[in-house]
């Protein structure tokens, strides 16, 4: 009997990885941009070096002051971080692993340790070439941007009409508008947009025009934003009201999603700028709330807080127009990653998204879907050895059909639905 759980155990996990290896992936959240948006798109050795993630590793080895890291060249950061997290001591953190990955599956001898042989092996490449080459070593079919009209290095490049990349999907991400209102108020008043510090009636027509100008022009798939820990919906902020009279109403008119990404404590140490964000925990009461008063309207949903993940879960339970998505940024290593993987299979079935890469550096969706592969394969291959003991029989073509779901079918079906 052992050897024959053994065996079809096996044969299961070459099925499923088979399916996991040859699916094509729609990457459903990242900072990646169209490569016609220029240097905004990140890659290459000391962009995968200077990523925040490492910074904050690096800076609990060095001494030097955060003001003269930050007055450093790329490189010479680039250089810091290379030997206090890869040379100093070995890079077994999943950020520090993860360039080791990119770079083996690029064709690089990591056992060299030679960063400049590296740089120069990215100074061969054009980018566009090197998109094709990144979305073919890791597999994917397309990816989803964030675009904040707000942000001064982005703006121009919609205003000028670019070329965007088909591959490339535009969100229109509102954390300006959501976290920072003073600072978004004078900024839409200079753009043409009649607004308010203390949003009114004329306020909300506004601002719905400015979403449905911006979800037009750059062609947005939902609209998304980062939220604290505190967010609490409703309440007497700005925020709410803004949701309540302009986000919800342009989302009910227009059929865009809009994207709840909650718990995350921005600035805790400022001078480590990028690096300097953190995680609390959020109120799944506030998302109750939102599904409930919007039925007509889908929302996704993912959460910093790994305490939050089986409240999250259970939501989605109550909520059909909710759809789960990816383990964002401090939950994205392998322990959590299986950990929150197998509790979304258990609670939602095929359900949901598990996983998006939020990547800041094109080559970082090498190593990010190569290892949440492993663990989403390894989390499969178990519930479908589990349900093969049922004297339930499940077809190759079930397992790749339900595969290509996990890996972006669900979300598109979620997004056209
Ligand atoms: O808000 C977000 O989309 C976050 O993912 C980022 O702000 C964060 O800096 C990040 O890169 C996480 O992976
Ligand atoms: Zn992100």
């Not at 990457?27 to 169209?34: E, Q």
């Not at 061969?124 to 079919?141: G, P, Q, S, T």
């Not at 009201?241 to 805790?268: H, Q, W, Y």
Request: charged content about 25%; glycine content about 6%.
């Amino acid at each position: 009997m052992a050897l024959l759980f053994t065996e079809k155990n096996t044969a299961i996990r070459q099925t499923v990885f088979d399916a996991l290896n040859s699916t094509k992936i729609t990457d459903i959240h990242t900072h990646l941009y169209t490569p016609s948006f220029g240097d905004i798109l990140l890659w290459g050795i000391d962009d995968l070096l200077v990523y925040h993630y490492l910074v904050a590793e690096a800076m609990r080895w060095l001494d030097v002051p955060y003001d003269m890291f930050w007055a450093m060249s790329k490189r010479d950061q680039a250089d810091l971080i290379w030997k206090a997290l890869f040379i100093d001591h070995s890079p077994i953190s999943e950020a520090s692993r993860g360039v080791l990955t990119t770079l083996q599956a690029l064709g690089l001898d990591t056992s060299s340790r030679d960063l400049d042989s590296y740089r120069r092996f990215f100074a061969e490449w054009k980018i566009e070439d090197y998109v094709d080459r990144v979305f073919e070593l890791a597999n994917l079919e397309g990816l989803v941007m964030t675009n904040d009209p707000f942000d001064d290095l982005e703006r121009p490049a919609w205003l000028e009409f670019k070329a965007v990349d088909p591959r490339f999907h535009a969100v229109l991400r509102l954390d300006t508008l959501l976290n920072d209102w003073p600072n978004a108020v004078p900024k839409l008043n200079s753009w043409g947009y009649t607004v308010d510090l203390v949003p009114g009636r004329e306020t909300y027509v506004e601002i719905r025009r400015f979403l449905r100008d911006w979800a037009g022009r750059i062609n947005a798939i939902y609209m998304a934003a980062s939220l604290p820990p505190t967010f609490a919906y409703p309440d007497d902020s700005v925020r709410s009201d803004l949701l309540k009279n302009c986000v919800f109403p342009v989302a009910a008119e227009t059929g865009l999603p809009m994207g709840l990404m909650i718990g995350s404590k921005r600035a805790v140490n400022p001078q480590l700028k990028l690096a300097g964000d953190s995680v609390g925990r959020g109120n799944i009461e506030a998302v109750e709330h939102i599904c409930q008063e919007n039925p007509n309207i889908k929302f996704l949903l993912t959460m910093l807080g790994r305490e939050n993940q089986h409240e999250v879960c259970v939501a989605a339970r109550k909520f059909r127009n909710l759809h789960v998505f990816g383990c964002w940024w401090y939950v994205n290593i392998p322990s959590l990653i299986e950990e929150i993987t197998r509790m979304r299979v258990e609670l939602l079935g095929l359900g949901m998204t598990p996983q998006h890469s939020d990547a800041r550096v094109l080559d970082q969706v090498i190593y990010k879907w190569s290892h949440s592969r492993k663990i989403i394969g390894d989390v499969l291959t178990e519930k479908y050895t589990d349900l093969a003991a049922t004297g339930w029989i499940v077809s190759e073509a079930e397992i790749r059909r339900d595969i290509a779901g996990l890996l972006g079918g669900n979300f598109w079906d979620f997004i056209k639905r």
